[in-house]
């Protein structure tokens, strides 16, 4: 019954969404920014009341003459203040409504979103004390008929027992200072909803608290449209407790219930009351989703790569937020395109859009919509754009690093180790690299060579480059003690989650990131198949075959394939020959495989079209690709 229900609330928000987006356009359809539109509200409500209560005078006999004169002396401002005062309060409630209902509809009320939920139901029932006291203010026949009614209706509780009834069915109990409580829980009551609203946005990542500012001038302007087209006016005059109220024009929005405390017998209000309250606060609980409680999952999230933990039922744009990733978003509703995603590895629930914002190409090529899709696994996606960090464009950390340990691998390589000042540690995902800035500001790119949770030093693996303007300093003058501007990390080749069987390919130090990489996925367990080729000229380049063949030993995963190009009076008894071609030998059909490339540009350029011809998958092939620096040029990862 209830999925039915929300089934058929959401087919018709989608419908009303789609309208909107065509009338107003995705970025400020109204329907995307219910809350937001109901914290403005609020101040609306705020500032005109703070304005009202300066001109209000909160004496019994001189209540009602002070509402009239700021209505009728000076209308275009206290009038249009009082009215406008009115109907953003009216306003409140109906979005607040609305906006449950949307939740309710798309069930985002379960798991961690109960928080928001249960306190949004508290958070109602505030913001109707803080009105109902608004409505008593005044003093006039409708002041009084609100101020008699709830006071009968609150006597029915346990304990008062008739005693709040007796403070206002006698004209000589209502005094000056009984009004000026009035007055006082009036400003109280506000003051308690906007702590509870504060509260209520907690579990919300980077909620919305203000609309764009296009949509807040309409607002206000339907606000002031209404206060000029049908102003609000006192009823009947001044109250007079000794003349019971006949009549009075309602304020339905507020007031709805108030009928019921004559028509019904008090207790039948109060079940109907406590009976609604309970009911929507223990739907969060109601019903459980299919297969019960699903695990968290985890999200790589491209450029970075950044790794992050989504809850229970939570999108992958929550789940970045909460992280403080600065991922791109406007409506969060599915109306737009702002978030849109690929996603690389596992598998998403889309979740309900707009068909406009993501079309059946778009999710054929892979595409996503990180507001409204949730992980069905663990699953990595990337985002179109420059940076996910919270600083943007700027480098994770920018440090002056001293060398610790310096050690040759072979004739023209050289293990540098670095450290931060203070014991400070980079974090970084294994295959990525940081920069090393030369004096003028010239930049040369080192893949970390070790694994990320192995941190302590930055490990790198620097090549001779004859006539390089940096790896000629690090054989011949650069030594422990020393120290080397850096800024870091950056890089996308990061190995992804997924199934697939993996290849590794690599020549001369593109060994390094892909060190990383294994010594990564063997900590973390990562049980799929995984083949390294290493493709060299010499045997002697190959400098650190004791490392691979200590892998291949602790790990039956994994298998070594080293090749070297020129093995002429080595002995060398394995394989020969260029790497790609290799790789192509032992696999015709790379269909369902995915492959990592790490070398020379000649390397990448023509390993690639050879591997996507073999069937391999343009998503499951990454690359890495180093430039030999030179005097005017850095080795630089792609």
Request: glycine fraction near 8%; charge should be neutral; proline fraction near 6%.
């Amino acid at each position: 019954m209830i999925r039915a229900l929300q089934g058929l609330i959401r087919w018709l928000f989608m419908h009303a969404e789609a309208v909107f987006n065509r009338a107003f356009g995705d970025r400020l359809n109204p329907l995307y920014y219910l809350g937001a539109i109901t914290f403005f509200l609020f101040w609306v409500v705020a500032i005109t009341g703070l304005y009202l209560y300066a001109f209000f005078d909160t004496a019994v006999t001189g209540a009602y003459d002070s509402v009239e004169s700021l209505t009728h002396a000076q209308p275009y401002v206290g009038g249009i203040m009082r009215s406008v005062h009115r109907y953003a309060s009216d306003g409140m409630v109906v979005l607040m409504f609305v906006h449950m209902l949307r939740y309710f509809a798309f069930d985002r009320l379960r798991g961690f979103r109960w928080f928001s939920w249960v306190t949004g139901v508290v958070l109602i029932w505030f913001v109707y004390i803080s009105g109902v006291g608004g409505y008593m203010l005044p003093w006039d026949r409708l002041a009084q008929f609100v101020t008699v009614a709830s006071f009968e209706w609150l006597d029915w509780l346990p304990g008062i027992d008739g005693s709040l009834i007796r403070n206002v069915i006698y004209p000589e109990s209502v005094n000056d200072r009984f009004f000026s409580l009035l007055a006082f829980m009036h400003i109280g009551a506000p003051l308690l909803t906007l702590l509870l609203m504060w509260v209520h946005v907690q579990r919300v990542p980077k909620a919305d608290t203000q609309p764009p500012r296009p949509i807040a001038i309409g607002v206000l302007a339907t606000l002031v449209l209404l206060a000029l087209v049908q102003p609000v006016l006192s009823q009947g005059g001044p109250a007079d407790l000794a003349v019971a109220v006949n009549a009075v024009a309602l304020d339905w929005f507020y007031l709805a219930l108030f009928p019921l405390v004559y028509a019904w017998p008090l207790q039948h209000t109060w079940m109907l009351v406590i009976g609604v309250t309970l009911l929507l606060a223990m739907l969060p609980w109601l019903r459980l989703r299919r297969g019960g409680r699903k695990p968290e999952v985890h999200i790589e999230m491209h450029p970075g790569p950044r790794r992050v933990t989504a809850l229970p039922g939570e999108t992958l744009l929550e789940a970045g937020l909460r992280a403080g990733l600065a991922l791109p978003y406007e409506c969060r509703n599915g109306g737009c395109q702002v978030c849109v995603c690929t996603v690389m590895q596992g598998e998403v629930d889309h979740g309900a859009y707009q068909p406009d914002a993501l079309t059946d190409a778009m999710r054929a090529n892979g595409k996503a919509l990180m507001c409204c899709a949730t992980a069905l696994g663990d699953v990595a996606i990337e985002i179109d754009v420059e940076s996910i960090d919270p600083g943007g464009m700027a480098p994770v950390l920018e440090r002056v690093a001293r060398i610790e340990q310096m050690r040759p691998l072979s004739d023209d390589v050289m293990e540098m180790k670095l450290s931060l000042p203070g014991g400070e540690r980079m974090d970084f995902g294994a295959g990525q690299y940081v920069n090393v800035v030369l004096e003028d500001g010239e930049r040369r790119a080192y893949s970390f060579a070790n694994a990320p949770h192995d941190n302590e030093f930055i490990e790198l693996q620097v090549k001779l480059i004859p006539g390089g303007r940096f790896s000629p300093r690090v054989f011949t003058s650069l030594k422990v003690g020393d120290t080397l501007q850096i800024e870091g990390p950056f890089g996308r080749f990061t190995l992804r989650p997924g199934v697939r069987p993996i290849l590794l390919v690599a020549t001369s130090t593109g060994f390094a990131p892909i060190k990383s990489i294994v010594e990564d996925a063997l900590h973390r367990g990562v049980r799929r198949p995984m083949r390294l080729y290493w493709g060299v000229r010499h045997r002697s380049d190959l400098y650190q075959l004791d490392v691979c063949a200590r892998w291949e030993r602790e790990h039956a995963d994994f298998k070594f394939i080293p090749v070297l190009s020129r093995p002429e009076g080595s002995g060398w008894t394995g394989r020969t020959g260029h790497v790609d071609t290799a790789i192509l030998e032992d696999f015709p059909n790379l269909q369902g495989y995915e492959v990592y490339v790490c070398g020379s540009v000649q390397l990448v350029r023509g390993a690639v079209p050879a591997f996507l011809s073999r069937g391999l998958s343009e998503n499951a092939c990454f690359t890495d690709t180093f430039t030999p620096a030179t005097a005017v040029t850095a080795q630089q990862p792609s």
